[in-house]
């Protein structure tokens, strides 16, 4: 954290008031170097990874010039993903709480085209999408950008891996060459360089280091000798004991089957990879950040943007192809001040990989024993949470203080064990502890939210 609080900032007294009350009160240091930047509407390059602060920090430079009365879209957010794409429009939302009549419409494929040609006609401030979808509504001429004063890319880095650059390039030859334009990318390779010099003016540069370390991040490096990968990673899960684990491979093939092969050992396990459906994408995602599902299997791309607040164990099922991957992947956990443990699992072939990890890293790799399969013995740790799903949303007026009432009604049950609770247009999720889900659903279904009887079942 950073000694430099919001308050010394010129931000408007409603997104102040609104850093308050989220008890947000100390920049972090991506914050705090491209805010005044921002604010004073220069062009901003920075390097920061995810957990850094950097939505924050975009979010409230669009929100602090967004002037609500002109009903024009003024922003535009581009990611890499959908996932990461509504973290963000989420994020936007929950900062502009305190602004009225604010709208943010996030444009991302993977949902039916029609429902956001309807939101499209009746406007936007901000939009939040993915670089084929928002080019898709600007060539159908159904997005109009000629009002646009800034345009933020997002993982600029991952966006160019994914090979939206001719995605981008067209995006761009739409938007107002007299705006600001913010460049976030966790790293500030050849091609990333390249497109800033392409699109911004003199912009001033940020380069935030990670905000995980050696002191919060165990690593720890095992040789497969002859072991099948997937014995190796129940190996893992059974010695470790984690209440949360991503797991990641590096194809899609790969993340399936060992997903299908801890199912089939009792594993509470969901896979996360770009062939599943939308909608399977969400629940895996929503379940394990609810900590109603322990293992998550996921490739890179799927995985990108995931924002767990805390997790326990990340394993390579192989490494990754290069060491700033490898970065990424085992920041995800040791956050926030947390202690976590990253496992690497080794082949013979993989020591052109592990010299470039000791060299850029500066790290001592010694390569030690899987457990003995003795630890097999240990039952797994079950998910402390399930999720229940609600058939009614925001369309139906419902908030969460509503679910909440209708939980812990007559103390039925104790506000404590009420997880987190996610609100879409139709449908909504709430978590709630595994040793009261059945008198939960229950309640849910028997009781009434603003008057309404809703359907309600476990997810």
Excluded at 107 to 121: A, D, K, M, N, Y
Excluded at 247 to 267: H, I, S
Aim: hydrophobic content about 45%; overall charge neutral.
């Amino acid at each position: 954290m950073s000694d430099q609080c919001f308050s010394q900032l010129a931000l408007p007294a409603p997104l102040l008031e609104c850093l308050t009350s989220l008890e947000y009160h100390d920049m972090t240091a991506v914050q705090a170097q491209s805010l005044p930047a921002i604010l004073a509407g220069q062009d901003v390059i920075a390097q920061a990874k995810t957990g850094s602060g950097k939505t924050a920090a975009f979010a409230l430079g669009l929100l602090a010039k967004l002037d609500v009365k002109r009903f024009r879209i003024q922003s535009l957010v581009l990611c890499p993903t959908r996932e990461l794409a509504e973290q963000v429009a989420a994020e936007i939302r929950k900062l502009a709480r305190n602004i009225h009549n604010i709208k943010v419409l996030t444009l991302c494929g993977g949902v039916p085209t029609r429902s956001q040609i309807v939101s499209l006609e009746h406007g936007a401030h901000i939009i939040v999408g993915t670089p084929g979808r928002v080019l898709d509504h600007l060539q159908q001429q159904r997005l109009d950008l000629s009002n646009l004063t800034t345009l933020v890319l997002d993982e600029a880095d991952r966006m160019l891996e994914m090979g939206f650059a001719d995605a981008l390039n067209a995006i761009l030859a739409e938007v107002p060459a007299q705006r600001q334009t913010l460049l976030f990318s966790a790293t500030f390779d050849k091609a990333v360089r390249q497109i800033a010099d392409n699109i911004m003016q003199s912009p001033v540069t940020v380069t935030v280091a990670s905000p995980h370390t050696q002191s919060t991040i165990e690593q720890q490096f095992f040789q497969l000798d002859g072991t099948r990968r997937a014995d190796a990673v129940k190996l893992l899960l059974h010695q470790f004991q984690a209440a949360s684990t991503v797991v990641f491979c590096n194809t899609k093939r790969e993340t399936q089957d060992l997903a299908d092969t801890l199912m089939q050992a009792g594993v509470s396990v969901m896979a996360l990879h770009g062939d599943l459906e939308q909608r399977d994408r969400e629940h895996a995602l929503l379940k394990f950040s609810n900590n109603s599902v322990s293992v998550l299997v996921a490739t890179d791309v799927a995985a990108r943007g995931l924002d767990i607040e805390k997790l326990d164990l990340v394993i390579n099922y192989q490494l990754a192809h290069d060491v700033a991957t490898h970065t990424h992947r085992i920041g995800r956990t040791g956050r926030a001040g947390n202690s976590g443990i990253a496992c690497s699992l080794l082949s013979p072939d993989d020591g052109q990989k592990l010299n470039a990890l000791a060299e850029q890293l500066n790290l001592e790799i010694t390569a030690r024993p899987l457990p003995a399969n003795t630890v097999l013995q240990q039952s797994l740790p079950e998910p402390a949470m399930q999720t229940l799903q609600i058939d009614g949303g925001k369309k139906h007026k419902l908030r969460p203080a509503d679910i909440v009432g209708a939980l812990t009604s007559n103390n039925s049950i104790a506000f404590a064990d009420i997880g987190k609770i996610q609100l879409l247009d139709t449908v909504a999720f709430v978590a709630v502890s595994r040793n009261v889900a059945k008198q939960a659903l229950t309640l849910l279904n028997e009781g009434r939210m603003k008057g309404k009887k809703y359907r309600v079942w476990r997810l």
